[in-house]
């Protein structure tokens, strides 16, 4: 027995490896292949990204030194399993950079980047891959291939070329080179972010200044004092279920003011300034561009979409813009005169928008968005955000309480088809802000569905993230208008990546183009609010009884209230992304935000959605880069869509399960107008938008 114990202390890294195997280099061995979070270390991310950036080498080699002609099985195929190993960790680590961002994963991540970022490199620019690519999307026609191979195949070739893989040597290696500047510069920019929100608070000392403010806004501001050591006060932070009740509610227009300058300051001053950040990234995706043979960004990005000009996306913003701007300068008049009746003696500004508007809203409509929240309940509106997709698609949501998950707030759900209790996905839920998550709302997944190496069909696994109102020691976490809409929005995104039958994984499920992807989730938020779906699932929480049907009309009845604002903070966000994305370069960016805002004539009493320092959309990834105006794309989509709905029902089964075939489960397997056409019978028309806006009739 001593010298069994003597040998094993000699061998501390035999037993190190005996008590933990790195989970991301084997074959997850649950029934759904969900990650084993209760296993994964941060120390496993570096060795698993090296693992499988080796193991992609190694079949990378083997599809290039292959000398038989080059065809569908042994090109495309192998591609879309490279490296079974760099997908499972890549999955949880961009899933953990957003939502588990600790310290010492931030500090792993400066690491890892720059590796996940060659290895993507290795791929998209090997010259002799892309031969291999290019000779079978030559005679694509000529081999017995299906549709959704063909196009399978074309969409290979396209985005190697995108990547530049078409490039000579020399530009390869200048491309390579931006790419990772550019990659630095987006960890920079988040990171700058999420220290500032985290160090932004407001103290307040004299409950008197509460006034207004919703009890459990209150009660989130005392639990969050005490959790600083400031028992007996309150703290506000800049996360969206403390910010934005302030700006509603509160009587104090000093504490609405400090939240908003606050807000709209984010990241734009000291240590955490994203100021120089953006100039940098600016002139680099100007020289990305330029590698790539565009004139600049916008016109590079824009070009792989529907749109395929900036001169098309701006048009379609400016149709919009225009007729929101002077519904906007209405609403900005009426809350004038309410201030001056009232005798408030004072202009409207940018931090009375929302207060002021409630206060119109009420009087017009007799409707206090206070009296509505009590029926919101999180767990209400999550069945009812249930029975609703089970009476639309015919799939219901069950409880996996012993699923892995990777934080105590996650929920797992299983998915499965109503009438046969077929598997469809795996769903997760994580609705709560905290320290190491990003502000905002998404939906992402940790397994595509589609063909695997071993010739397996697996069914996707889906999330959704959100930065809901918790609940406190005396009321649960009862939801805003707007988060109750954030959820069922990220739900509509995760229905397309749920329920797609793609057969392969690159266009399966959100793999669309980018101006398409956002048609899904927003067409999902119009059924939040319609009376038969209210009449469902919105239950006081204290007494469960439903909505009354007063105020559900008074709901319905104000639903068109203040879209001048919100089409105006939106379209023109989406006017200063695509105007960035024009230039060669900016050296300031306030003093560009600020010239934008005069060429397009922004209200003064609005400011974009997300101001430059903030706007991780389209400055913390390229995914809405030069591409924020596709929101507004989508809702014309959506709005020519639900058109239908309501002329058919809002549950009518024949229009529900051409929805189903055509936009949620065929994914990229045919081009977004067909599908969208297949469904509507006509090209989209922006009137529809419009006319939802009650912009015109």
Avoid at 372 to 382: A, G, H, I, Q, S
Avoid at 537 to 566: C, W
Avoid at 594 to 614: C, D, L, N, Q, W
Wanted: with cysteine; charged share 25%; proline share 5%.
């Amino acid at each position: 027995m001593l010298a069994c114990a003597a040998l094993l202390a000699c061998q501390p890294n035999a037993i190190m490896a005996q008590e933990h195997q790195n989970p991301f280099l084997q074959e997850y061995t649950n029934k759904y292949h969900i990650p084993p979070f209760d296993k994964i270390t941060t120390a496993d991310f570096i060795p698993a990204i090296k693992a499988g950036i080796e193991e992609q080498d190694q079949r990378l080699f083997a599809i290039v030194a292959n000398r038989a002609v080059p065809d569908f099985d042994n090109v495309i195929m192998p591609l879309e399993n490279l490296s079974p190993i760099l997908e499972r960790v890549s999955g949880v680590f961009y899933h953990y950079m957003e939502s588990m961002n600790t310290p010492e994963f931030a500090e792993m991540s400066e690491q890892a980047i720059p590796l996940l970022n060659d290895a993507n490199n290795r791929v998209m620019l090997n010259q002799q891959l892309f031969d291999k690519i290019r000779q079978v999307y030559d005679t694509r026609n000529e081999r017995k291939l299906t549709p959704v191979q063909k196009r399978l195949v074309e969409k290979y070739y396209r985005q190697f070329a995108e990547q530049g893989a078409a490039l000579p040597e020399d530009k390869k290696k200048e491309l390579v080179r931006v790419n990772d500047e550019l990659a630095r510069l987006y960890i920079q920019f988040n990171r700058n972010l999420l220290n500032a929100t985290n160090q932004f608070a407001v103290v307040v000392y004299d409950e008197n200044d509460l006034a207004g403010l919703p009890e459990s806004s209150v009660a989130v501001a005392s639990e969050e004092a005490e959790k600083r050591g400031l028992k007996g006060l309150w703290v506000f932070t800049l996360h969206a279920p403390s910010r934005l009740p302030v700006l509603q509610y509160a009587d104090n227009r000093g504490l609405r003011k400090a939240i908003y300058e606050g807000y709209t300051s984010l990241a734009s001053y000291g240590d955490n300034s994203n100021l120089p950040v953006i100039s940098k990234i600016v002139k680099l995706r100007d020289e990305k561009a330029r590698i790539m043979g565009f004139k600049d960004f916008a016109s590079m990005m824009t070009s792989r979409v529907m749109a395929k000009t900036p001169e098309a996306a701006t048009d379609l913003l400016l149709q919009v813009f225009e007729p929101a701007v002077k519904r906007s300068a209405e609403e900005v008049a009426d809350m004038q005169s309410y201030v001056d009746r009232n005798g408030g003696g004072f202009k409207i500004a940018p931090y009375d928008y929302y207060y002021y508007a409630d206060k119109v809203k009420k009087e017009k409509f007799n409707l206090d968005e206070s009296e509505l929240r009590p029926y919101f309940k999180l767990e209400n509106v999550m069945q009812g955000l249930f029975d609703n997709t089970e009476k639309l698609y015919g799939v219901k949501l069950i409880p996996m309480p012993d699923a892995p998950k990777y934080n105590d707030e996650v929920q797992v759900f299983e998915v499965v088809d109503s009438k046969t209790g077929e598997h469809v996905a795996v769903w997760m839920c994580d609705y709560y802000p905290r320290e190491t998550k990003r502000q905002g709302a998404w939906m992402e997944q940790l397994q595509s569905a589609g063909y695997y190496g071993d010739g397996d069909i697996r069914r996707p696994i889906v999330y959704n993230v959100g930065n809901f109102t918790k609940s406190t020691a005396s009321a649960p976490s009862l939801l805003t208008l707007d988060e109750v809409e954030t959820m069922f929005h990220e739900f509509g995104h995760a229905l397309q990546g749920m329920l797609t039958r793609a057969p392969y994984k690159s266009l399966a499920g959100t793999n669309v183009d980018r101006d398409y992807v956002e048609m899904c989730s927003q067409i999902n938020e119009h059924w939040a609010f319609e009376p038969e779906v209210l009449r469902n699932y919105a239950r006081h929480y204290k007494t469960g009884e439903p909505m009354p049907a007063d105020l559900i009309e008074k709901l319905n009845a104000s639903g068109k209230f203040n879209q001048g604002f919100v089409t105006t903070e939106l379209a023109g966000a989406a006017l200063l992304d695509m105007m960035y994305g024009r230039e060669h370069e900016v050296a300031d960016p306030a003093a560009f935000e600020k010239k934008v805002a005069a060429e397009i004539g922004m209200p003064e009493e609005i400011t974009f959605r997300y101001r430059s320092p903030y706007f991780k959309h389209i400055f913390g990834d390229e995914g809405y880069a030069s591409g924020y105006y596709t929101y507004l794309w989508a809702q014309v989509l959506e709005a020519d869509a639900w058109e239908l709905f309501k002329q058919k029902g809002i549950y009518d089964r024949k229009t529900a399960a051409s929805f189903k075939k055509n936009i949620l489960e065929s994914g990229d397997t045919e081009d977004a107008m067909v599908l969208f056409k297949k469904f509507r019978g006509h090209n989209p028309e922006a009137a529809a938008l419009l006319r939802l806006r009650g912009f015109v009739k």
